[in-house]
């Protein structure tokens, strides 16, 4: 047996490099100013402008000219300099502690909700400075659940940017050849996914991210558990991983994927190919896969067998759903927030100037950019409340139409709807700080495929996920010891 998905994980983190290389990572902004001492005066010295230093959790060559442009008009409107670095989502939360322990912060750190509340409890995130940024912006513009969801301890910690639906795609025109129901609850997921499983032209039924290095891997599960029932935590703090809720929807998520997904790992680039190749009838992914399903990225072309005469073809033959249901009549959704936080390094004043900036005069322009997976959560401003909210999903996508066009109004509208009012682990269990925890160290998404790998069975993945959730919990006071529990039960 090889080394466990664990053992290589915390060996590649071992390994990384938590410096960020300037050279590759910091873009210079055109069109920013630069001093100079006229030769007469080449004594004095110059007036420098102010500088903020801000962390974007995207890397596309879109978003680097977006930013770029955001960026030079801040500084000819505020007079101050920004450095802008690009950083890819899986090493954000080792460079953000890696700055901590060599006072390196930046000012602003654009980055996941999950990070947030761990973040501000630790003192990363000033508290102060985002509840000013949100009062002078209108806190009556964003959307209120929004703001819900980045309090902690009754104090906003950051400002929420935008956020998108963990979607559920499925064939309809596989479905309807075969009537299967609509796969928006675990018994319809699980006939549909037997039914279009065909080993044999290397067809399978259900396709979702496994990788132990991925934090979808942990997402998809988390939805399936919270449809479920399943929450990770309650107000007091027990964990609840070994309840019946969670046990049971385990069992399902290893039966579908051990069953019915390709033999080995999967990413988010597998799940999203084996879709457009026509090799799946069903995967849960992100909205960023809804232009392509339409052929509208030259890189990336459906290659379905029906989609060389029309391109058009996956987009049309589609389902969407944004929730599903668990085996006790349970439902639920889940959401991927993208917040903005002011940290405690940053110049309290240039740092709100920036946050207004970016919530004003450069939030369309951070919109347009994959705005598939950008709902606004400032939803409008005062004299237009929903200006913003109102235009995603009906402004036209850069390579072709909007999706309202696409897809219909109905399906924007499920996109759009309540995008901050789905379940998260733990958050508003007021318990978000061991949420971060977790995704940094991808303990739930490495113990998922420990069990996918053979290393454990479902029963004992909960044994381990729960001394591993619980380990993180300084002074956990509710503590199971599972495997006796489980040899009594069998005596």
């Known amino acids: 047996m090889g080394t466990p998905p664990r053992l290589e994980v915390e060996a590649t983190r071992a390994a990384w490099t938590p410096t960020p290389t300037p050279q590759k990572l910091l873009l210079p902004v055109e069109g920013v100013p630069v001093a100079t001492i006229p030769p007469a005066e080449a004594t004095l010295p110059a007036a420098p402008y102010r500088s903020i230093k801000v962390w974007v959790n995207e890397t596309s060559a879109e978003h680097r000219a ?10 000819a409107a505020a007079e101050v300099d920004v ?5 890819s989502p899986p090493l954000l939360p080792d460079l953000v502690n890696t700055a901590v322990l060599s006072q390196t912060l930046p000012d602003i750190i654009i980055h996941p909700l999950e990070y947030t509340a761990g973040w501000a409890e630790r003192g990363i995130l000033n508290a102060d400075a985002a509840a000013t940024a949100v009062n002078q912006i209108g806190r009556d513009t964003f959307d209120p ?9 009754g104090q906003i910690t950051a400002l929420p940017s935008n956020g998108y639906k963990q979607l559920l795609i499925y064939r309809t025109d596989w479905f309807a050849e075969a009537n299967l129901a609509v796969p928006d609850d675990f018994a319809a997921m699980y006939a549909a996914a037997e039914a279009t499983t065909d080993r044999e032209n290397l067809r399978a039924g259900f396709v979702i991210p496994t990788e132990s290095n991925l934090v979808t891997t942990h997402q998809a599960f988390e939805q399936i558990a919270l449809a479920n029932g399943c929450n990770l935590i309650d107000d007091k703090g027990e964990v609840l991983l070994p309840e019946p809720p969670c046990r049971e929807a385990l069992d399902f998520y290893f039966s579908i994927v051990n069953q019915f997904s390709p033999i080995g790992v999967q990413t988010d680039t597998s799940t999203r190919n084996a879709y457009l190749a026509g090799r799946t009838g069903l995967i849960m992914a992100g909205p960023e896969v809804l232009p392509l399903l339409a052929g509208l990225d030259d890189s990336l072309p459906p290659t379905c067998p029906e989609c060389a005469g029309n391109p058009q073809f996956l987009a049309e033959n589609s389902g969407i759903l944004t929730e599903i249901q668990g085996e006790g009549g349970t439902s639920a959704g889940f959401s991927n927030l993208t917040n903005l936080g002011i940290t405690s390094a940053a110049d309290v004043e240039t740092a709100v100037a920036f946050a207004d900036f970016w919530f004003n005069e450069g939030y369309e322009t951070w919109l347009s950019v994959n705005s598939e997976r950008k709902v606004p959560l400032r939803q409008g401003t005062a004299e237009n409340p929903t200006q913003f909210i109102d235009a995603w999903g009906h402004t036209p996508l850069p390579d072709g139409p909007a999706l309202a066009e696409l897809y219909g109004d109905e399906v924007i509208a499920q996109l759009r709807n309540g995008v901050a009012t789905t379940s998260r682990w733990g958050i508003r269990q ?3 700080s061991l949420l971060t925890t977790l995704y940094e160290n991808l303990s739930i998404s490495v113990t998922l495929q420990e069990m996918l790998s053979g290393y454990f069975n479902p029963a004992q993945t909960i044994i381990e996920a729960y001394n591993r959730v ?10 199971r010891d599972l495997e006796e529990e489980t040899q009594e039960g069998e005596n």
Do not use: H, K, R, S
Not at 66 to 75: D, G, I, R, S, V
Not at 145 to 153: C, I, Q
Not at 470 to 479: G, K
């Open 83 to 87: 450095e802008l670095m690009f950083v």
């Open 430 to 432: 007021g318990q978000g």
């Open 145 to 153: 659940a929004a703001l819900e969801l980045v309090t902690v301890n």
């Open 66 to 75: 977006a930013l770029q442009q955001m960026a030079t008009e801040f500084t």
């Open 470 to 479: 619980t380990d993180e919990i300084p002074n956990y006071q509710y503590y």
